[in-house]
């Protein structure tokens, strides 16, 4: 557990074998390197494996199939996400285009579970235009998806970026619980799995800038109607 290198190098060899085209097992071998290369820090490198498969993966049939096509979308999105908050300029411009591209793309499937997913895609991209009350209000709509599609961890990893965002008593008291689920699942280090499940947001770990100098963001139902 906590040893990305080592994940990656049993990977490598696991997949060495495999056949050519893009096949289940190239499937499930390309959401694990992603994960990994997330996980790591490495989000160049997820990035850059993703897309160097997608041409293979739209040439393979795997695509027909809804809940595949839905991982497939989403961890490229993720992807994206993550490579854009290391990029400038025109690259990170595309990255953005294509992870809005894509949270379009898991609407449309009108799944329970592809839903909060686009919504933590849109979160990020709100976070990223400056539009912090839309990306709370994202991540509450997407945290509560994910927690009615049994989606534990996706959810907690929103409430923990929720927290991140809102700040004060509120928002440390959703940082604290996520770190406890993670803990109780057996993860050694809850904080890189944001890297995961919610790229594309301030490392918790290097804190949010937006915390300091201004007062928590109420609750949805607090906000004024007009």
Known sequence: ADEPERAKQTLTTGVSGLKDG?????YHALLVGCEI?????RLDRAWTLIKQRWPAVQESL???IQEIRILL????????????????GPQQAELLRVAERDART???EGMAWADPKAALIHAS?????????????????ASAGFQASDMLLYAESARWQLGNLIGGDRGEALIQNAKAFMTGQGIRNPARILNIYTPGFPAAELGNPMRASRTPVPRSEERPSC
């Open 22 to 26: 893009f096949h289940l097992q190239q």
């Open 37 to 41: 290369g997330l996980y790591g820090g």
């Open 62 to 64: 795997l695509l027909r």
């Open 73 to 88: 979308y989403a961890a490229r999105a993720r992807c994206a996400l993550a490579a854009a908050f290391v990029s400038t």
């Open 106 to 108: 898991l609407q449309r």
């Open 125 to 141: 991209l709100s976070l990223r235009t400056g539009d912090l009350q839309a990306a709370v209000t994202l991540l509450e709509t």
